[in-house]
């Protein structure tokens, strides 16, 4: 295809709307087309964030994707994921496979979420949200979580993403005297004083914030978009020869077909996709063409893609902005460093005294994902010492002793060597060969009969 062509969203007016009535999206299961996965093929009405919201659906019933062949030219959106569970077995279960079905077809909502909104007090049938942003530092965690105690508030779920300095967390609360949503306007705007005084700490230059939200939120997706807002991919005081585990990005021009083409080399992880695609998403580009594909370890990926309003990448500044921030996408959702993860009954400061101990054995938590359910705390950190280091032996020991009945693992993750950049030098050759043996791979293996 040449020229540009503008995705519009197809909420705007009641014919687009008709449109998508009259054409519902089809979603086509498959265990015999791939010896080694589930082929799912879905294809649908087009609009800016379905693929997203398709990748959202999967990874959310912690599917893995393993290859993936996107074409969303024109109005049509038309994919291909080969998928596997955390096995790497295909999928069986009738139960998984009806949800995707529901969740992807015809009477389905996902393409259209609706958007939560924001406000000082909250419906005591919608959960409290509590979202904050700022400065990174030793010990932070734990802090928040003090002031949430004593202002007699419970934590039931929460994660927390560190990446470049910044820090970033959703966290949903209950009021301690009830059991259910904070409403008291006065303790709302208490807690956020707080907060916001502890997530400033001693840096002045950026800003903190917290703000509250009711109903149900994608607490991933808004992790995303809260770090992007954040500018966490504006790297301080660092260097791409540091050493550290660089994730390779590059951008190149498509000019014969009017694409800008993204390229990506990774370590495999799961959600990866997700991930990228959430940035991407919020960069406002669209992905028209594209394919991912994982190995034992590494992760490719490749789109051709255009910004929303039909343009390509027009510039060695945007250039540079669309791979740090996917830099930023693939780093977020650290694995490495000590990984931490707690099993034990459930009860009012808990999640304060553990991050307390945490905080006095020299540790820093990178990312955490915390949950009650039954009565039940799960609880995952991942952790280095405060220079940024491993944990060394003697600290996992002091913490065995003092946290052992709770752990459930305790796995050392080390960082991971320095590549140096190949992206570039391969692109050329990929660029003409490799999406359309990769298409014409999708027509002759996933074609509908």
């Known amino acids: 295809m040449t020229g540009s062509c503008q995705v519009v969203d197809v909420d705007d007016d009641e014919y687009a709307k008709l449109i998508r009535r009259m054409n519902p999206p089809r979603v086509v299961i498959d ?3 791939c010896d080694n996965a589930t082929v799912i093929r879905v294809d649908s009405v087009n609009k800016h964030g379905i693929l997203l919201e398709v990748v959202r659906v999967l990874t959310d019933l912690n599917l893995v994707i393993t290859k ?7 109005s049509w959106f038309m994919d291909v994921f080969n998928v596997t569970d955390r096995d790497g077995n295909k999928i069986w279960d009738e ?30 049938n919608e959960p409290t949200f509590v979202e904050l942003t700022g400065t990174d530092r030793p010990g932070l965690l734990s802090e928040i979580c003090a002031v949430l105690a004593n202002s007699k508030c419970n934590v039931v779920k929460a994660e927390l993403w560190t990446h470049n300095a910044r820090v970033a967390a959703v966290v949903r609360v ?3 005297s009830t059991g259910g949503a904070v409403e008291d306007p006065e303790k709302l705007s208490m807690i956020k004083d707080l907060l916001c005084n502890v997530l400033k700490g001693d840096d002045a230059s950026r800003t903190a914030s917290m703000t509250v939200s009711m109903g149900h939120t994608h607490t991933e997706r808004r992790l995303h978009q809260m770090m992007f807002s954040d500018r966490d991919y504006e790297r301080i005081g660092a260097t791409e020869g540091a050493d550290k585990s660089w994730p390779q990005v590059a ?3 498509c000019s014969e077909k009017d ?3 993204v ?12 991930d990228t695609l959430c940035t991407l998403t919020d960069m406002q580009y669209v992905v028209h063409h594209g394919t991912v594909d994982t190995g034992e370890e590494e992760a490719y990926q490749e789109y051709y893609i255009r910004h929303v309003d039909g343009h390509p990448i027009s510039s060695e500044a945007e250039r540079r902005r669309v791979i740090e921030c996917l830099e930023a996408a693939i780093e977020r959702r650290a694995t490495e460093g000590l990984e931490l993860v707690l099993r034990t009954e459930d009860r009012i400061g808990l999640l304060s005294d553990i991050t307390r101990i945490l905080r006095e054995n020299g540790l820093t938590i990178r990312r955490a994902e915390i949950s009650t359910e039954d009565g039940k705390a799960f609880d995952t950190f991942f952790l280095s010492e405060m220079s940024g280091n491993p944990v060394e032996a003697k600290t996992i020991d002091s913490i065995s002793r003092q946290l052992g009945h709770m752990i459930v693992r305790l796995k050392q993750n080390p960082l991971l060597p320095s590549k140096s950049p190949e992206v570039a030098g391969a692109a050329g ?5 490799l999406l359309k043996a990769s298409f014409q791979s999708f027509w002759l293996v996933g074609s509908y009969s």
């Not at 995707?100 to 005591?124: E, W």
Request: with cysteine; proline share 5%; glycine share 6%.
């Open 174 to 176: 209950t009021d301690e």
């Open 429 to 433: 050759f990929l660029f003409g060969n």
């Open 259 to 261: 694409y800008s083409v």
């Open 263 to 274: 390229i990506m080399r990774s370590r495999d992880r799961p959600k990866l996709l997700f």
């Open 31 to 33: 265990n015999d087309a």
């Open 95 to 124: 139960e998984i496979i009806s949800c995707i079905q529901k969740s992807l077809g015809s009477d389905a909502c996902c393409f259209f979420p609706k958007l939560r909104n924001s406000a000082g007090v909250m419906p005591s």
């Open 251 to 253: 951008v190149m021009d």
């Open 68 to 74: 993936a062949y996107i074409s969303s030219d024109g």
